[in-house]
């Protein structure tokens, strides 16, 4: 099978990246969204600890991290009905959202759905599984498909969006009464700024969108932003029983397994809530800087009510900003790596140190 696969978007930015470097101040990057704090000091030590590791490790997880993963579903998300054997760790989330059709059997003539501005290896994922990816918005204009596959992002990159609950449930129903798998992305569900209870982040695994079955719902969630762990290339899926299993009998065959140190360093991470409290702190005092800067700029924030993204447009081509904000020594990230919806808007990631994101409100 030949792959059509689209050009790595990042490496276009590069000319930009080197514009905005040489600027007298250097560089202040908010495009990629790469965490710069430091790793829990209970995480390192599990990692440390577990270091001494000559066995292989085990791919379904240990039943310790596991149950850590159900209990953090229970306790932040309230997933009333979290089970430890319907939990897999996988090899960081991009990896399982690339390789996530394959392992469920999508294949020609299969159709996989996402957003129409979503993270670019949802398309990537289903032509790896020779699929066809189809970027629709709202599941009525799908008409008659019936898909393999529908992924949601909520709340959203690039775009902090939310979905209402009413939402997320109507597309479970939909999607149930089509024979569809539905998976959701969740790797910011922890990161709502909105106060309003209609736009807090809420997982489809709750009680309130599923009506308290996870039948053919997926759930993926990641430790790289919650708990500033990237490095460590760690995430889990979790959700219908049935489904896990499957994932994980295809996982043994092809030696996708999480290593035995991460799986400590993981459980100690979904033990421990004090450390995504005081992450979350500092995200809102740079996102609150960094909008106030942007907006006083002139800049129109959209959406943004979640995740660790600002989507901001001058009302003018995204590259064009992206150039202006260069001259600036700021990188950001073109809206149209996302989708051609997102071609008047760039990126604004807050994930910088405090010293960084303070030099880009003063340029601005």
């Known amino acids: 099978m030949v792959f059509t696969l689209p050009d790595f978007p990042w490496d276009r930015l590069q000319p930009y990246r080197e514009r905005a470097a ?9 495009s990629v969204g790469t965490p710069v704090d430091p790793t829990p000091e209970p995480v390192r030590a599990a990692l440390a600890e577990a270091a001494d590791a ?7 997880g240990t039943p310790r991290l596991r149950e850590a993963v159900a209990g953090w579903l229970r306790r932040r998300l309230g997933v009333t009905g979290a089970d430890p054997d319907a939990v897999l760790p996988v090899i960081g989330t991009k990896e399982l959202v690339a390789w996530l059709p394959t392992l469920l059997g999508a294949g020609p003539g299969d159709r996989v759905v996402f957003p129409e501005l979503a993270y670019p290896t949802y398309d990537v994922g289903a032509r790896l599984a020779g699929a066809e990816p189809v970027p629709a918005d709202g599941l009525l204009s799908l008409g008659p498909v019936n898909p393999k596959i529908v992924w949601v992002n909520s709340p959203s990159n690039p775009t902090g969006r939310v979905l209402p609950t009413e939402h997320l449930r109507k597309v479970v129903a939909w999607a149930r009464g089509r024979g569809a798998i539905v998976v959701s992305d969740e790797c910011y569900l922890e990161f709502g700024w909105d106060a309003d209870p209609e736009r807090r982040p809420i997982s489809i695994l709750h009680p309130d969108v599923c009506e308290g079955s996870h039948e053919g719902l997926l759930a993926v969630n990641s430790l790289s932003k919650r708990s500033n762990m990237a490095g460590y290339r760690a995430g889990i899926v979790t959700g219908d029983p049935a489904l896990v299993k499957r994932l994980l009998e ?9 290593p035995a140190p991460v799986q400590a360093a993981m459980t100690a991470a979904f033990d421990d809530d004090a450390h995504v409290d005081a992450q979350r702190e500092r995200y809102a005092r740079r996102r609150a800087a960094l909008r106030e800067a942007f907006e006083r700029h002139g800049f129109r924030i959209d959406h943004s009510e979640a995740s660790l993204y600002l989507w901001a447009t001058r009302d003018e081509p995204c590259w064009d900003t992206v150039g202006y904000l260069a001259g600036l020594g ?14 008047r808007h760039v990126r604004i990631a807050f994930t910088a140190t405090d010293e960084r994101v303070a030099a880009a409100a003063s340029r601005l």
Not at 22 to 30: K, Q, T, Y
Not at 54 to 60: A, D, I, K, N
């Open 22 to 30: 040489a600027h007298p101040g250097g560089l202040v990057d908010l």
């Open 330 to 343: 700021i990188l950001v990230g073109p809206g149209d790596f996302y989708g051609q919806g997102g071609a």
């Open 54 to 60: 000559p066995g292989y490790p085990q791919t379904y």
């Open 250 to 258: 295809v996982r043994k065959h092809a030696g996708m397994i999480v």
